[in-house]
């Protein structure tokens, strides 16, 4: 059984669905997320703000050294462990649900999609891009931290280490631009709801 749960004007799901919105860094993944949510009814769960905080906090400079990289590591591990968890007892009990995340490493996008397949759902990954020009990059950041945002991306150098580490997104998906403020956040919320409703990109 699929329980729906949308709001005038959004998405009519037929099939459990998880909505996975990933990218890098200050993409706009969450901006995105609670959007899609507002439109559609469905629940968000951003791996920042909810599975990280099942784990200890986010060092100020992951970064500093290999032993603080490898903590960082080690607690997103678990952020991506309880994340999957809550999408696979979503489906269980009929439920489609938002999600959002880096998944920079290919294993954690095979272990979300093992999730989705025993809770006999299907994905509709969205990566969220934008033009990351050094400008652009540092207000973002400082955006961010204004804020007060918690966890994720600290500072210019956080998001290129991130960048160049980026595996990119291997399971089947669609490439929304994240810029131009409200306007391009529309944009995207549009081109996102035609895709989640388009039976024929279904897994």
Request: glycine letters at 12%; hydrophobic letters at 40%; a positive charge.
């Given at each position: 059984?699929?329980?729906?749960?949308?709001?005038?004007?959004?998405?009519?799901?037929?099939?459990?669905?998880?909505?996975?919105?990933?990218?890098?860094p200050?993409?706009?993944?969450?901006?995105?997320?609670?959007?899609?949510?507002e439109k559609t009814g469905l629940h968000f769960i951003d791996i920042d703000a909810g599975p990280a905080s099942c784990v200890f906090s986010q060092e100020q400079n992951p970064l500093r050294s290999d032993e603080a990289r490898a903590r960082e590591r080690a607690r997103m591990t678990v952020a991506y462990t309880v994340l999957h968890a809550a999408v696979e007892a979503h489906l269980s009990q009929g439920f489609s649900i938002i999600i959002s995340a880096t998944y920079s490493r290919h294993t954690n996008q095979?272990?979300?999609?093992?999730?989705?397949?025993r809770g006999n759902g299907i994905m509709k990954v969205i990566w969220c891009q934008y033009h990351d020009t050094p400008t652009e990059i540092e207000r973002r950041v400082?955006?961010?931290?204004a804020r007060g945002t918690v966890g994720g991306c600290r500072s210019v150098s956080h998001y290129l280490d991130d960048k160049s580490?980026?595996?990119?997104?291997k399971l089947p998906h669609i490439v929304v631009m994240m810029d131009c403020?409200?306007?391009?956040?529309n944009?995207?919320?549009?081109q996102a709801i035609s895709y989640i409703d388009d039976e024929r990109?279904?897994?």
């Open positions: 059984m699929t329980i729906t749960n949308r709001r005038q004007g959004g998405s009519s799901l037929k099939t459990k669905t998880v909505v996975v919105i990933a990218g890098l200050i993409s706009g993944k969450s901006s995105l997320g609670r959007a899609l949510a095979e272990l979300l999609q093992s999730a989705v397949e400082a955006d961010r931290l580490r980026y595996m990119g997104i403020g409200q306007e391009g956040l944009k995207a919320v549009q990109s279904l897994e």
